[in-house]
Nanobody, 115 residues
Framework: QVQLVESGGGLVQPGGSLRLSCAASGIIFGIYTMAWYRQAPGKQRELVARITGGRTSTYADSVKGRFTISRDNGQDTVYLQMNGLKPEDTAVYYC?????????WGQGTQVTVSS
């Protein structure tokens, strides 16, 4: 059974930082491209950052220079370090594992940026 379990969300003030984690089980983690998506109320889910098994990463323009995605293949975990958070970063953040036509999602973790 495949599980992706996110953690690390919460309430933070503008300019603050959070680190999200996603622990995977039931997959050969190292061969999956891992990604973080987010969905704000009333908006479509959007890609935030993606990292391949070879650790090539890509980012949405809105988070470049502020967010960093990384992975630990020994711990089957992907991280999202979020710095300089803005109110518009408020959303539910989802972990995704993808390989060819196989797609898995976590349950999501809420990130709220507010003073």
């Amino acid at each position: 059974q495949v599980q992706l379990v996110e953690s690390g969300g919460g309430l933070v003030q503008p300019g603050g930082s959070l680190r999200l984690s996603c622990a995977a089980s039931g997959i050969i983690f190292g061969i999956y491209t891992m990604a973080w998506y987010r969905q704000a109320p009333g908006k479509q889910r959007e890609l935030v950052a993606r990292i391949t098994g070879g650790r090539t990463s890509t980012y949405a323009d809105s988070v470049k220079g502020r967010f960093t995605i990384s992975r630990d293949n020994g711990q089957d975990t992907v991280y999202l370090q979020m710095n300089g958070l803005k109110p518009e970063d408020t959303a539910v953040y989802y972990c995704n594992a993808k390989r060819v036509d196989t797609d898995y999602w976590g349950q999501g973790t809420q990130v709220t940026v507010s003073s």
